[in-house]
C-alpha cells in the first residue's frame, strides 16, 4: 500500500501564509505526476496545483494562480505547496495526490491512483 505522508495544514487569518509537504516512496515520486487536490465541505474534490516531477511542469487552478507555488525536492521525494495571501475560500482539506495524469488534470479532471489522507487548511476572516 502506498503511503503519502502529508503535513503542514493549519488554521491560519486571511492573508495569512501555509506550506504544505508530502513525502512519496521513490519509486512513486519519480518521473510522475503529483499532485495538490482539496475539498471543501459539500462541494467536490478540485485540482489546486500538479508537478510532474520529471520535468517540473506546473499546473495551477485559476482560483489560487499567483498565490500558491507547488515544487519539489528530489533528494526527499517530497512534493510542496506554498500558499501565500490566503483567502476563506481556500479552507479546505488538502490532499496529496500521486500518479496524477497531468493532462487531464490541466483540463479539470480529478483523477490521481494514490492519496493521502488530507490535511486541513482553515482561513478565518
Given at each position: 500500500?502506498?503511503?503519502?505522508?502529508?503535513?503542514?495544514?493549519?488554521?491560519?487569518?486571511?492573508?495569512?501564509?501555509?506550506?504544505?509537504?508530502?513525502?512519496?516512496?521513490?519509486?512513486?515520486?519519480?518521473?510522475?505526476?503529483?499532485?495538490?487536490?482539496?475539498?471543501?465541505?459539500?462541494?467536490?474534490?478540485?485540482?489546486?496545483?500538479?508537478?510532474?516531477?520529471?520535468?517540473?511542469?506546473?499546473?495551477?487552478?485559476?482560483?489560487v494562480?499567483?498565490?500558491?507555488?507547488?515544487?519539489?525536492?528530489?533528494?526527499?521525494?517530497?512534493?510542496?505547496l506554498?500558499?501565500?495571501?490566503?483567502?476563506?475560500?481556500?479552507?479546505?482539506?488538502?490532499?496529496?495526490?500521486?500518479?496524477?495524469?497531468?493532462?487531464?488534470?490541466?483540463?479539470?479532471?480529478?483523477?490521481?491512483?494514490?492519496?493521502?489522507?488530507?490535511?486541513?487548511?482553515?482561513?478565518?476572516?
Amino acid at each position: 500500500q502506498v503511503q503519502l505522508m502529508e503535513s503542514g495544514g493549519d488554521s491560519v487569518q486571511a492573508g495569512g501564509s501555509l506550506r504544505l509537504s508530502c513525502t512519496a516512496p521513490a519509486n512513486v515520486f519519480i518521473n510522475n505526476c503529483m499532485g495538490w487536490f482539496r475539498q471543501a465541505p459539500g462541494k467536490e474534490r478540485e485540482a489546486v496545483a500538479a508537478l510532474y516531477t520529471g520535468d517540473s511542469r506546473t499546473y495551477y487552478a485559476d482560483s489560487v494562480k499567483g498565490r500558491v507555488t507547488i515544487s519539489q525536492d528530489k533528494a526527499k521525494n517530497t512534493l510542496y505547496l506554498q500558499m501565500n495571501g490566503l483567502k476563506p475560500e481556500d479552507s479546505a482539506l488538502y490532499y496529496c495526490a500521486a500518479h496524477c495524469v497531468f493532462e487531464a488534470v490541466v483540463q479539470g479532471a480529478v483523477l490521481a491512483s494514490y492519496w493521502g489522507q488530507g490535511t486541513q487548511v482553515t482561513v478565518s476572516s
